[in-house]
């Protein structure tokens, strides 16, 4: 079994500590702003809490008919802090035993996780926006009002914006270390064989 370079074993653990970050600060944010609201209205998504103007936007999501925003509907908040401790294992497992085959596990867990959570994300989005309270105060026929998962949506009179916060850009970051390192050991066996 093929070891590492020194330098790939030195990256990877900077990328699995990296995600330690993200017990600490949020991953994920949405912003909203409005006439209403010109300072605008936001969400910060944790691993495992929501904190910002959650009440506020929830009770003008009412308005419209969708569900009142709560931790306990987001059941990933259970057992997140479980996949990225996994996730860090791998990644410091990765660098210690010195094994290319587990730099392509580590490699893939990291951009699996990432899509997952991006479909996840769409999909809680997809119900959330369009399963309806159809008795409610405003009623606009044939509307959804399904969030953006990155970037920018106009929904009625309301900006949404999301995208990642300081968690989601430290593991893109953490990401990017991981596949760079294959990179490099990929181009080292080319180099050599």
Same mark, same amino acid.
């Given at each position: 079994?093929?070891?590492?370079?020194?330098? *790939?074993?030195?990256?990877?653990?900077?990328?699995?500590? %990296?995600?330690?970050?993200?017990?600490?600060?949020?991953?994920?944010?949405?912003?909203?702003?409005?006439?209403?609201?010109?300072?605008? %209205?936001?969400?910060?998504?944790?691993?495992?809490?929501?904190?910002?103007?959650?009440?506020?936007?929830?009770?003008?999501? @009412?308005?419209?008919?969708?569900?009142?925003?709560?931790?306990?509907?987001?059941?990933?908040?259970?057992?997140?802090?479980?996949?990225?401790?996994?996730?860090?294992?791998?990644g410091?497992?990765?660098?210690?035993?010195?094994?290319?085959?587990?730099?392509?596990?580590?490699?893939?867990?990291?951009?699996? *996780?990432?899509?997952?959570?991006?479909?996840?994300?769409?999909?809680?989005g997809?119900?959330?926006? @369009?399963?309806?309270?159809?008795?409610a105060?405003?009623?606009?026929?044939?509307?959804?009002?399904?969030?953006?998962?990155?970037?920018?949506?106009?929904?009625?009179?309301f900006?949404?914006? *999301?995208?990642?916060?300081?968690?989601?850009?430290?593991?893109?970051?953490a990401?990017?270390?991981?596949?760079?390192?294959?990179?490099?050991?990929?181009?080292?066996s080319?180099?050599?064989?």
């Amino acid at each position: 079994m093929k070891k590492l370079l020194p330098l *790939s074993r030195v990256i990877i653990a900077i990328s699995a500590l %990296l995600m330690v970050s993200a017990y600490f600060v949020p991953l994920w944010r949405i912003l909203m702003w409005a006439p209403q609201y010109p300072e605008g %209205l936001g969400m910060k998504i944790w691993i495992n809490n929501i904190t910002g103007d959650v009440k506020i936007i929830s009770a003008l999501n @009412h308005y419209i008919g969708m569900r009142h925003i709560e931790v306990s509907m987001f059941p990933e908040f259970k057992y997140m802090i479980y996949i990225v401790a996994f996730v860090i294992a791998v990644g410091l497992l990765t660098s210690i035993i010195n094994r290319r085959y587990l730099l392509w596990v580590y490699a893939i867990l990291i951009v699996a *996780s990432g899509i997952a959570a991006l479909v996840d994300f769409y999909l809680w989005g997809y119900d959330y926006g @369009h399963n309806l309270d159809p008795n409610a105060a405003i009623v606009v026929p044939g509307m959804a009002y399904q969030p953006p998962v990155i970037g920018t949506k106009q929904l009625l009179n309301f900006t949404a914006f *999301s995208g990642p916060d300081v968690g989601g850009w430290i593991f893109l970051a953490a990401g990017i270390l991981a596949i760079g390192a294959l990179v490099m050991e990929l181009y080292k066996s080319r180099k050599t064989a």
